[in-house]
């Protein structure tokens, strides 16, 4: 499903392309190489921290990957130093007076130093294409910890700040799967699977063994599960009308602040690409 955001929880999560955050999918203020020889590939990306207010962090990521007899294999290393998970200020927040340049709008942040590992693979055999994948992500405190007031990506500021959100490492791990066949050159049906678990990384109310398997926090380890169909057809040079269904469920820790712990939602669209 690529980047989809109706049918890909790798597209409309955010996390596993920041390497934990959403913020990081697109590094500001950096530098990339990459090289190929023969069926080999390597990248490199470097972020550098911002200064005069920015919470920008230093961040690395480096790439190494190999194609052969149809089977594509790639490896992505990522660290981010002082990664933000954003939100909106709860409601009745009291900001200091010193807060007075709020950019585009005050947020609360929860600052991380994060580290992961995506495996990543692809083989193709005739109409077929088999994909899949898997990031492990580890969230702790941060070193450098952040003040209120620093600006961050979007424009926005820092009205409030928790560095200590990760007293035990937060650990995300995201596995996922799927199949292309091409019925004919114009018409492609997809299926995909993702699943997603976390830790508890709960310090105070556990359950049996210090570990908290409940919904009562965000912090409780959990797990997501889905399942995705579509079938695209390009009818003309750059339009494709497509159709499909995703469904997806949540348990646990991950499912904290859900209604309905599960849902199923079909879609379709018409798609034009410049």
């Known amino acids: ?19 934990g955050a959403t913020e990081n999918r697109i590094f500001d203020n950096s530098f990339k190489y990459a090289v190929n020889v023969g069926p080999f590939r390597a990248a490199a990306e470097v972020q550098l921290r911002a200064g005069f207010g920015g919470a920008t962090g230093n961040a690395f990521q480096g790439q190494i990957g190999a194609d052969y007899a149809g089977l594509s294999v790639d490896a ?3 660290r981010v130093e002082d990664a933000i998970t954003s939100a909106p200020l709860p409601v009745g927040t ?10 585009n709008g005050f947020v609360a ?45 979007g ?10 959100n990760f007293t035990t490492d937060k650990i995300l791990q995201v596995f996922w799967g799927g199949v292309k066949y091409a019925v004919r050159p114009d018409v492609d049906l997809n ?8 830790n508890s990384f709960q310090s105070g109310a556990v359950n049996v063994g210090g570990v908290c398997t409940t919904s009562a926090f965000a912090q409780c380890s959990g797990q997501l599960d889905a399942v995705s169909f579509v079938a695209d057809y390009r009818f003309a040079k ?33 798609r034009f690409q410049f």
Do not use: C
């Open 1 to 19: 499903m690529g980047n989809s955001g109706a049918f890909s929880l790798i597209g409309f999560q955010g996390a596993t392309g920041g390497g």
């Open 76 to 78: 992505i290393f990522s």
């Open 94 to 103: 009291v900001l200091p007076a010193t807060l007075t340049n709020p950019g």
């Open 109 to 153: 942040g929860t600052v991380s130093d994060n580290s992961s590992v995506m495996l990543l693979a692809k083989y193709a055999i005739g109409p077929v294409k088999i994909l899949g994948g898997y990031e492990y992500m580890q969230f702790a405190n941060p070193k450098n910890a952040l003040l209120a007031g620093n600006s961050i990506v």
């Open 155 to 164: 424009g926005y500021t820092l009205g409030t700040v928790n560095n200590t």
């Open 191 to 198: 299926f995909a699977y993702y699943h997603e678990m976390q």
């Open 238 to 270: 750059r339009f494709d009308a497509y159709a499909g269904i995703m469904w997806s469920q949540v348990s646990n820790g991950l499912s904290n602040g859900f209604l309905h712990r599960s849902s199923i939602d079909p879609t379709v669209g018409l």
